[in-house]
């Protein structure tokens, strides 16, 4: 099989989508985040944790989409510690990100130790299945690369769209792009840059663990300690790389996801036999590190990310 | 709700906020242990006991907080210029690659030579690593959080790499794991006959040295003002970048330390799991000790301590160690805000 | 105004009361406005004006006192409900946003947040109307970012009149204009008070505030110091009501122009973001002379700042210094080449705020003079700061605390101490009064003078004119990046000079020839 034939097929395409869903769920909600003017490093933790809650709610005994509605919540909770932190107190955007991931994974993980203590492998629970789309899944290669995935897949791709109408067509939308911008200017016009900034990363968390969920309750089936994988990291680069922008980001992420998928089934193929597979699995970090330096000198970055903001500062 | 800088902070005002972290850290603690059905009073105490109950529990912290030091130092040095380097882990690693490399005897060296060359190449090792991300932030702007926590997970496959491929011990019986080090690679015990090695002692030197640098040096005068105000320091003449870079080599190096001293001090050879994540821990660490380096030195013993009686609290009672990471991360944010009260005041208005 | 006492009251402060700590910012201030009346604020900085306005704007909540807008009592530390009940400010500062377009900053926070959509159509429809209406000329779809400093000053004004504001406020206005900018919004505002509002006009400028307003209220340490009708006083009287006692200005004589310290020929540099760079100038700094660089802000004189600190290289052109061509050039070269840099900014490049004095008074010299082979000698460091304090009247607890608790005065001697003290031969002070009171603007002129005297070259770069007229013996305007020729002091009007900052008076085939 060679490399034609693998990016002419559909089930490469509708890898590469699914590989796609929980970036472009977490990609949304740092790019909300960061419009808003707060660069949100415990995405990686709160993605642990929304994979965890929405199986473990599953498990529980509640429907999927209530696994999803918990995941959702619990980014939420987090997000809004963050915000605090963040937001008021202006306290270091690094340092509370990465407290607030590792917070939340030990966390994750205490409460899988408490909730199930002597398990030596975790138990599954029924993950959403593919839903074909009537008409549109019987397309030519299209049909079952785009049209016949998992209801949480077309999610991601409606919050994308939602989120960009938001942000550009509403008042709420021009209030957080001008909080990231110069919250001078959004309290000058009478409005709480606090309020909106704090709602922003709390939304945005909640779709972060969401983007966690997909992998527990669509991806797979079950939940793993090292299951995210650093893909919180490589959806802030996600988010560069999109230059700020929900389609662009959307965009970024599947390209990206593509190569995953790619590097995926290369290791099958003759090359794998010969480069061994870490090299594979470095790709997807490898590229992330490459966007990064490819967009850093044309980013469109909000001019009031990471500067804290703090009424009638003299 | 508004900020008010204070002036003159009474002692009250630098004491009080930091001690109600750490009560605050304590009340979340017990509460989780409480969920987990255990007795919060039992649980503290058998953390206790299993940090300082016996001669051997006392070093085996010491033990353990060996790597927090080094791996605290590099944050703390990096942090206070202002360089985000989340790579410790990756450095370390580094420094235990190179120490297993020649310390295993690739390059036949001379015994008396065989240590300092281990640590050395070690800090190299880590520096370097290092030196990539504060490149591309210095050169191209790219911000070094992102790029020094992606390493992390290229590094730690690439050891993964070497001990299936290059570094594997032939005798290993099939097990990722490097070949043992030479007897004159290793680290000699602080004290004959107990499991504590020089690497404690070499990382109380390097703190000292640390704090040396950083109040008596040019250096430390630079790194300090490029980590305040960059803006202020490029306009000043201060070499914003060769400062940096300078940085990162300090960080990089006492990182790689860390692995130097893990593989040569206490376990003999590299596999995959030499760090349960004492890179990510070092931050805590540092930020515990705000960023002063002899403070170091006290918080990763007392990190040390909860990470080693959680363990021990944990055969005994049944509430997961994971609590020790919690603790520890609840700490960290408690404690920035701490710090902030500790210098402003907040107004409602 | 006797007229205006029979109109309707539309503001009145009673006993306003503000402290920050230990300091009290505003203290019993009371005053009316009157429905289409300008009350022009008098006061120096530090008065008290900025704080006043911030709680009668909701910004800030008064200890004392209360704030009625159309004879209601506004609830304190609200700004919806001061913007709601008609009042509209424009900062000192701008408050936009440089990525948005023109008419999303002016509707920001117009619409409740919960309404569904933006209406683009409407708003821009409304704009041009309003633009029209009082002469306020700007693209609507234009980025904020793109627009010169006058065309953004509408923009405020815009979005204070889009939301039918009855009460605008003014924070000093006119010290990013050109005097016929200055003039263009003296005439938006007196048609503004034809439709019945009324002004408040921040300023310290006194031609100003007897041109457009009506009543000034004088603030003197926070107190109302006096409250005068318009026509019924003068500009001595209300100089003398700002500063208290009569405090005489240094008088400065002009400078004999001695050897040639630097030159530019055709010098370009890189544009800055909106800013410009420098276009082919020609530049000679004389020892024994103040040269005094005017213009409206964002013209090329961050360029020129930048590139006399050592901060930026030209891409073409020569750089002289005492008649050598300059090699390599940092700021540190710039600093060993005897160039004292007094920077615009003190708190963000001038100093640093958690550093302690002795720590700022080394920042250029710690390298040369405070350090032996990487070791830093803190005795002597600590000894010279003493020695600073005390020769430049820094007035402060010690060496050891941290400079961001020194007032702006103090902290800009101690920043003038650490660079006269190298005897420089060129002094590049950019806005180096800034924000201060009277007592040390006039010890920073003083200082500037005295150098002079004793031979170096002072560029002095600033946007108050009547700085600019004051101080210097040769004036260049800068425009654009281009350099108007030197005009010796005192022959040329403020108006004549305001022509060369509009840009008019410059051929762009030559390059100014001094």
Redesign the interface.
């Known amino acids: 099989m060679d490399l034609f034939d693998i990016l002419l097929s559909a089930s490469f395409w509708a890898a590469a989508i699914r590989i796609a869903s929980p970036l472009i769920f977490a990609t949304i909600g740092e790019l909300i985040c960061e419009r808003a003017g707060v660069l949100n ?1 415990g995405i990686e933790g709160i993605m642990v944790a929304g994979a965890f809650a929405g199986w473990i709610a599953v498990w529980a005994g509640l429907p999927l989409w209530g696994g999803v509605a918990v995941a959702m919540l619990t980014g939420m909770m987090l997000g809004l ?1 963050h915000s605090i ?1 963040s937001v ?5 955007q ?3 990100g ?3 991931t ?2 939340a ?3 994750t ?2 409460t899988y ?2 909730v199930l ?1 002597e398990v030596s492998s975790p138990p599954k629970i029924t993950a959403f299945q593919p839903y074909e789309i009537p008409l549109l899944s019987d397309l030519p290669l299209v049909g079952p690369a785009l049209f016949s995935q998992t209801p949480l897949t077309y999610a991601a791709f409606v919050l994308a769209a939602l989120t960009a109408l938001v942000l550009y ?4 939308g ?2 957080v ?2 909080a990231g ?2 919250p ?8 709480s840059v ?1 309020a909106i900034r704090m709602g922003a990363v709390t939304v945005g968390s909640g779709f972060m663990a969401v983007g966690g969920a997909f992998l527990t309750l669509s991806a797979f089936d079950s939940f793993f300690f090292d299951m995210v ?2 893909r919180g ?2 959806c ?2 996600l988010v ?1 790389f999109g230059a700020w922008k929900p389609g662009k980001a959307v965009l970024g992420a599947i390209l990206f996801a593509a190569f995953d998928a790619l590097q995926i089934r290369l290791q099958q193929t003759g090359i794998g036999a010969v480069i ?1 597979y ?2 594979f ?2 790709m997807p ?2 590229l ?2 490459l966007a ?2 490819v967009m ?2 044309r980013a ?1 970055i ?2 009031a990310l990471m500067v804290p903001f ?3 500062e ?1 | 709700m508004r900020l008010e800088p204070i002036a003159a902070p009474s002692p009250a005002r630098r004491i009080v906020p930091p001690l109600l972290a750490l009560l605050a850290t304590f009340t979340v603690a017990t509460l989780l242990a409480l969920i987990a059905g255990g007795n919060p009073f039992s649980v503290f105490g058998l953390i206790v006991k299993g940090a300082f109950g016996s001669k051997f529990a006392l070093l085996e912290t010491l033990n353990s907080a060996t790597p927090l030091i080094f791996t605290g130092l590099a944050i703390a040095v990096a942090f206070r210029a202002k360089l985000w380097n989340i790579g410790a882990e990756a450095q370390l690693y580094a420094g235990a690659v190179l120490t297993v490399v020649l310390g295993t005897g690739a390059l036949g060296l001379p015994a008396y030579l065989m240590l300092p060359l281990c640590a050395i190449a070690a800090m190299f090792a880590g520096a370097t690593l290092l030196l990539g991300p504060a490149l591309l932030k210095t050169r191209l702007g790219v911000d070094e959080v992102v790029t020094t926590l992606l390493f992390n997970f290229i590094f730690l496959l690439f050891v993964s790499y070497l001990l299936e491929g290059p570094l594997k011990d032939p005798m290993g019986m099939g097990w990722p794991k490097s070949a043992r080090l030479l007897p004159e690679a290793r680290l000699p015990r602080l004290v004959e006959g107990l499991r504590i090695h020089w690497g404690f002692g070499l990382a109380l030197v390097a703190a000292l040295l640390v704090w040396v640098i950083n109040t008596r040096t040019t250096l430390g005068y630079e790194m300090r003002a490029v980590g305040q105000n960059a803006e202020a320091a490029r306009f000043a003449g201060i070499p914003v970048t060769r400062v940096i870079l300078k940085t990162a080599l300090l960080s990089g190096g006492l990182a790689g330390l860390a692995g130097f001293s893990e593989v040569s001090g206490l376990k003999g050879a590299l596999t995959s799991d030499l760090s349960p994540g004492f890179g990510y821990t070092g931050i805590v660490v540092a930020m515990l000790a705000l960023l002063h380096p002899l403070g170091v030195v006290l918080a990763a013993l007392f990190v040390a301590a909860i990470f080693v009686g959680a363990d021990s609290m944990s055969r005994a009672a049944g509430v997961p160690s994971y609590i020790a990471d919690i603790m520890l991360a609840s700490a960290l944010l408690f404690m920035v805000l701490a710090i902030l009260l500790t210098k402003f005041r907040v107004r409602r208005d | 105004m006797n007229n205006t006492t029979k109109a309707q009251v539309v503001l009145r402060l009673q006993g306003i009361t503000k402290r920050f700590g230990p300091v009290t910012a505003n203290e019993g201030v009371s005053f009316d406005l009157h429905r289409g009346e300008v009350i022009a604020l008098l006061g120096e900085n530090g008065a008290g004006k900025t704080t006043l306005m911030n709680i009668l704007f909701g910004q800030y909540t008064a200890d004392e006192g209360t704030v009625e807008l159309f004879g209601q009592t506004l609830p304190p530390g609200a700004p919806r409900a001061a913007l709601d009940a008609g009042v509209g400010m424009v900062h000192q500062h701008f408050t936009l946003a440089d990525n948005l377009t023109v008419w999303e900053n002016i509707v920001l926070g117009v619409d409740p947040l919960t309404a569904p959509r933006l209406k683009p159509a409407q708003a821009k429809a409304r704009i041009r109307a309003l633009s029209d209406q009082f002469h306020l000329k700007v693209d609507a779809n234009a980025k904020v970012g793109r627009l010169t400093v006058g065309e953004r000053q509408r923009v405020e004004i815009l979005k204070a009149l889009y939301r039918d504001a009855k009460i605008l406020i003014l924070d000093e206005p006119t010290a990013v204009l050109t005097p016929q900018e200055a003039e263009a919004l003296f005439a938006t505002l007196r048609e503004a008070i034809a439709t019945g509002l009324s002004v408040i006009f921040i300023s310290h400028k006194l031609h100003e505030v007897m041109a457009i307003s009506h009543r000034v209220v004088v603030l003197r340490h926070g107190k109302l110091a006096a409250e005068r009708a318009t026509n019924q006083t003068n500009r001595e009287d209300l100089a003398a009501l700002m500063v208290g006692s009569e405090v005489s200005a240094p008088s400065i004589e002009t400078g004999a122009p001695g050897a040639s310290l630097l030159s530019l020929r055709r010098v370009t540099t890189p544009d800055q973001g909106a800013a410009p760079g420098l276009k082919s100038l020609n530049l000679e700094l004389a020892a024994g002379q103040i040269i005094g660089l005017a213009g409206v802000s964002g013209n090329g004189q961050a360029a020129l700042s930048d590139l006399l600190s050592g901060l930026i290289t030209p891409t073409s052109g020569e750089m002289e210094m005492n008649g050598t061509a300059v090699q390599r050039w940092t700021p540190r070269t710039a600093i060993a080449k005897g160039i004292a840099r007094i920077p615009e900014d003190r708190h963000k490049t001038g100093t640093i705020a958690d550093f302690d004095l002795t720590e700022n008074a080394i920042l250029e010299t710690y390298a040369s003079r405070f350090s032996r082979r990487g070791w830093m000698n803190w005795a002597q460091a600590r000894a010279f700061t003493k020695d600073l304090i005390k020769t430049y009247d820094v007035r402060c607890p010690g060496p050891d605390i941290r400079i961001r608790l020194l007032s702006g005065g103090n902290m800009q001697k101690l920043i003038l101490g650490r660079v006269l003290e190298e005897a420089p031969q060129i002094i590049l002070a950019n806005q180096p009064v800034r924000g201060l009171d009277i007592g040390a603007v006039n010890y920073v002129h003083g200082a500037l003078a005295k150098a002079r005297d004793r031979g170096a070259a002072v560029l002095l770069i600033s946007e108050d004119l009547d700085e600019i007229m004051q101080l210097s013996d040769v004036i260049h305007v800068i425009s654009e990046g281009r350099l108007s020729p030197g005009f010796g002091r005192g022959t040329m009007r403020a108006e004549d000079l305001g022509a060369w900052m509009a840009g008019h008076g410059f051929d762009a085939e030559s390059p100014n020839a001094t």
């Open positions: 490093l510690v932190f008021p107190f202006g306290l270091s690094h340092v509370v990465i407290g607030l590792l917070l994974t030990s966390l993980f205490y130790r408490v203590p067509r509403t008042p709420l021009l209030a792009r001008a911008e110069n001078s200017a959004v309290a000058a016009q009478g409005l606090t994988n650093g990291w490589i802030i680069a560069v061994p870490q090299v699995l470095m970090y490898f992330s590190i990064l330096v850093s000198r469109e909000p001019n703090n009424k009638g003299r």
